[in-house]
């Protein structure tokens, strides 16, 4: 019997990320991402289908279609095999949602470098005094906040393994050794998990103390050097990032783990499900459940069904 508490958007929203609703409109002000190809893209994209205007100064909040809708959308061109019409073709699809996933991924990261004492540490500080031991965390976010909250809480009481235990087979070096008495299920991914689909093996963005230090974002994508990079479009060069698969006799590029928010999400990597699976374990027995920042959106079936 245990606490368990569940993170939503809300609650990184509360140490100055995005929600939802807001990651298009971040990735276009004034302040957001660089005008790279996967930027670039997404705007061209935007433009000539959803009447966005071309000043970005007139753009609004609401002047942008809601990211579920908008992904969902393009996940079934691309499951039909289908040109969204005829500027867009399949081909065209395929480095659309590339670049969504890009801005994902670059509006968290880009909003939330942060320490690692925030409001996710001192809340769940506050269970550990009151019970003596960690909460489990389930966790809807890919930001990794409440993984380095969790590493700090460890550390604090002497448990020196001090990395969380993620629910699933991760092969990374030096994990297995380090997985302390805290665990974190992660039910849409993270961003530092990388996956290689060829052999299913699970890697995570740790340097050789345990820590979450390496620079996923930069790695997956090579932004530094995006004028070479991507001479040959959007789709091959993403494919063709330095990452591989630390078994010797894969060798197989890695991808991201991210379930991005769409009404067809695809919960069949093994490792996710296996997260889902010990979560569930969790809810059930749990003897008490807080719900932090999360709202039940309609197209989180899945989610709304695990808690039922």
């Known amino acids: 019997m245990s606490t368990v508490v569940i993170f939503g958007a809300g609650a990184t929203k509360a140490c100055g990320g995005p929600l939802t609703n807001e990651i298009l409109f971040n990735a276009f002000n004034s ?22 205007s071309r000043h970005r100064s007139r753009r609004t909040i609401n002047s942008y279609p809601g990211l579920p809708l908008l992904i ?14 005829n500027e ?24 939330l470098e942060i320490g690692f004492e925030n409001h996710y540490y001192n809340f769940l500080q506050k269970i550990f005094i009151k019970e003596r031991k960690l909460p489990t965390v389930v966790s809807l976010n890919y930001d990794i906040i409440v993984d380095n909250a969790l590493i700090k809480l460890m550390l604090e009481k002497e448990d020196f393994r001090f990395v969380p235990n993620y629910g699933c087979e991760i092969s990374s070096e030096g994990y297995k050794e380090r997985i302390g008495k805290a665990d974190l ?6 961003l530092n998990w990388l996956y290689c689909p060829a052999c ?10 345990g820590k979450f230090m390496r620079k996923e974002l930069d790695r997956l ?47 069949r990597n093994p490792h996710v499900s296996s997260v889902w699976y010990n979560a569930e374990r969790a809810l059930r027995t749990a003897k008490k ?19 039922k």
């Open 72 to 85: 969902s959308l393009v996940d079934t061109a691309i499951n039909r095999n289908q040109p969204f019409n």
């Open 31 to 52: 302040n957001g991402l660089t005008n790279n190809r996967f930027t670039a893209l997404l705007n061209e994209f935007l433009i000539d289908n959803f009447h966005l």
């Open 185 to 190: 299920y992660k039910l849409h991914g993270s």
């Open 221 to 267: 994508y090579r932004l530094k050097n995006i004028n070479k990079v991507y001479t040959k479009g959007l789709e091959s060069s993403y494919k063709r990032r330095d990452d591989k698969c630390n078994d010797s006799k894969c060798r197989t590029k890695l991808r991201p783990i991210i379930i991005t928010p769409t009404h067809f999400k695809d919960y």
């Open 289 to 307: 459940i807080y719900i932090i920042g999360y709202s039940l959106p309609e197209d989180d079936i899945d989610v709304i069904y695990l808690l």
């Open 88 to 111: 867009w073709n399949f081909d065209r699809m395929l480095m659309v949602r590339e670049a969504l996933e890009y801005v994902i991924f670059a509006i968290i990261k880009k909003k």
């Open 200 to 209: 299913n093996r699970l890697e995570v963005g740790m340097d050789k103390s």
